[in-house]
């Protein structure tokens, strides 16, 4: 991403109209580029289309990557700079752009910014670009990371206007005050977590996992129906079970019954037979 650092005094500047095109060299690899995308995706999913909290959702922030940044109305392209891979500027609105022109934009600079070293540009990173980010840009939260070797480190603007590096948690994540969410390194790749230490999802992984949920959630339902079947079934049998039984004692009750009528009857009988002799 380029960023162009203008000189207010040198007579050969000219001014540039304000609808400023970006204007970048192609990134230094695939990987590269996919880990720009991964972060600028989770972070448009986490603030801007997760369903499952509408109320979070915000449209005051601009996120992009591999964008021209014009800070100056005095463009020199002796003083061009790649700027930063990756960048979040806070309270501003939140629509598309050719290109981040400062002075268009109420004089902001990104809030955080994520660079993707390389071997062409680690020690530009490392260097050059922090010393403008802490000095020029005043941005409060600086990271980098290496996409092959994994290298990972994160700063914080200091109220001495330095950059000190951000401590890591136990995981090896930072913590971005700027973002409210924690930068870390899973699978090889670098993402956003959650306060609560989950993973913020792009929408495929978002879709994905809601997928997922409402799979289980029918697995779940299906399984209980199941068990009320089968609580059911086994309800039916033990009432007739208990039919049979009372059938069983009516039946025995009735034999009893006509046992006794029957006993009865040969006693008349035999009463009468003494009686007639």
Same mark, same amino acid.
């Given at each position: ?5 203008i %000189?207010?005094?040198?007579?050969? *500047? ?7 095109f970006?204007?970048?060299?192609p990134? @230094?690899?695939d990987?590269?580029?996919?880990q720009?995308l ?6 448009e ?6 369903p499952?909290?509408? @109320?979070n959702r915000?449209?005051?922030f ?5 964008l021209?940044?014009?800070y100056?109305?005095?463009?020199? +392209?002796s003083?061009?700079?790649?700027? +930063? ?6 309270d501003?609105e939140?629509?598309? $752009?050719? %290109? ?9 600079y +990104? ?8 071997? %062409?540009?680690a =020690?530009?990173?490392? =260097?050059?670009?922090?010393?403008i980010?802490q ?7 600086y990271?980098?990371?290496?996409p ?5 480190q ?10 000190r590096?951000?401590e890591a ?13 924690y930068l870390?390194i899973?699978a090889e790749?670098? $993402?956003f ?6 993973l913020? +999802?792009?929408?495929g992984?978002g879709e994905?996992?809601r ?5 289980q959630?029918?697995? *779940?339902?299906?399984q $209980?129906?199941e068990?009320?079947?089968q609580?059911a079934?086994?309800?039916?049998q033990? *009432? ?5 039984r ?6 025995r009750a ?5 046992r006794?009528e029957a006993?009865?009857?040969e006693?008349?009988a ?8």
């Amino acid at each position: 991403m380029t960023m162009l650092a203008i %000189s207010e005094t040198d007579n050969a *500047a000219k001014f540039p109209p304000s609808d400023l095109f970006s204007d970048e060299p192609p990134l @230094e690899s695939d990987r590269h580029l996919k880990q720009i995308l991964l972060l600028l995706l989770s972070l448009e999913w986490w603030w801007q289309e997760r369903p499952d909290a509408p @109320e979070n959702r915000r449209n005051n922030f601009y996120a992009t990557g591999n964008l021209t940044i014009y800070y100056s109305r005095r463009q020199l +392209p002796s003083e061009k700079l790649r700027g +930063p891979d990756f960048f979040v500027v806070l309270d501003t609105e939140y629509k598309e $752009r050719k %290109s981040w022109t400062v002075w268009e934009e109420d004089g902001k600079y +990104p809030n955080a910014i994520v660079e993707m070293l390389s071997d %062409s540009t680690a =020690n530009v990173d490392r =260097n050059k670009k922090k010393r403008i980010y802490q000095d020029t840009f005043r941005t409060p939260e600086y990271f980098w990371f290496d996409p092959y070797s994994l290298e990972f480190q994160g700063f914080r603007l200091t109220d001495g206007g330095k950059y000190r590096a951000i401590e890591a948690n136990e995981y090896g994540w930072l913590w971005s005050q700027q973002l409210e969410l924690y930068l870390g390194i899973v699978a090889e790749k670098l $993402r956003f977590f959650t306060p609560e230490m989950e993973l913020v +999802p792009t929408r495929g992984e978002g879709e994905s996992q809601r997928a997922e949920a409402e799979s289980q959630r029918a697995d *779940a339902e299906s399984q $209980r129906a199941e068990v009320e079947s089968q609580r059911a079934e086994a309800e039916s049998q033990r *009432a007739e079970v208990e039919s049979q039984r009372a059938e069983a004692e009516s039946q025995r009750a009735d034999a009893e019954r006509q046992r006794a009528e029957a006993a009865e009857a040969e006693l008349a009988a035999l009463r009468r037979q003494i009686e007639e002799q």
